[in-house]
T-cell receptor
């Protein structure tokens, strides 16, 4: 079974400050890990995906995440926050089935608040 | 290329009614998954279809069902609606292990 834990339901930063959103995972097999962002009244947009090719994954909008197996973590970072980054962020884990299907198990989400 | 399209965007129903939601995947994507999002339970997997066959199903009652057509479009049906079915229903199409989500259908059950 797989699960993810997102630490902190809300994170507040100032514009220009470092963004750090925490995600820890549990998986009995090598995991695939994802970060998604959801803006109000919208669906989920994929920020980045880890598939074991490289531990540091670069995504869209300046976000990146580092896979640390020893810590079972996949934290999301961005060096400098923009007002437009204010949204809800979801970490997700999956295992590739033989059929190629990936069922995503999501964390509970972290709402990022950015102040001027 | 157009994204995942879900219709309708909003729905209001009363308890006991049934509802059908529609999802058109990205062109070329053959896998379609459905997720339910609620404030209390978060995002939960409902089911996944591939080539008109249900491959996987989440832990939802039989009132929740779906199907996929030969053009990969998918529909989801909920019968005998309950207040707790109020949620954002998200459809996602998949290619190369990446899920692309639509904007969802917001269902309110009164």
């Amino acid at each position: 079974a797989q699960s993810v834990t997102q630490l902190g339901s809300h994170v507040s930063v100032s514009e220009g400050a470092l963004v750090l959103l925490r995600c820890n995972y549990s998986s009995s097999v090598p995991p695939y890990l994802f970060w998604y962002v959801q803006y109000p009244n919208q669906g989920l947009q994929l920020l980045l995906k880890y598939t074991s090719a490289a531990t540091l994954v670069k995504g869209i909008n300046g976000f990146e995440a580092e896979f640390k197996k020893s810590e079972t973590s996949f934290h999301l970072t961005k060096p400098s926050a923009h007002m437009s980054d204010a949204a809800e962020y979801f970490c997700a884990v999956s295992a590739m089935a033989n059929t190629g299907f990936q069922k995503l198990v999501f964390g509970t989400g972290t709402r990022l608040l950015v102040s001027p | 290329k157009a994204g995942v399209t879900q219709t309708p965007r909003y729905l209001i129903k009363t308890r006991g009614q049934q509802v059908t939601l529609s999802c058109s995947p990205i062109s070329g994507h053959r896998s379609v998954s459905w997720y339910q999002q609620t404030p209390g339970q978060g995002l939960q997997f409902l089911f996944e279809y591939f080539s008109e066959t249900q491959r996987n199903k989440g832990n939802f009652p039989g009132r929740f069902s779906g199907r996929q057509f030969s053009n990969s479009r998918s529909e989801m049906n909920v019968s005998t609606l309950e207040l707790g079915d109020s949620a954002l229903y998200l459809c996602a199409s998949s290619l190369d292990g990446k899920l692309f989500f639509g904007s969802g259908t917001q269902l309110s059950v009164l």
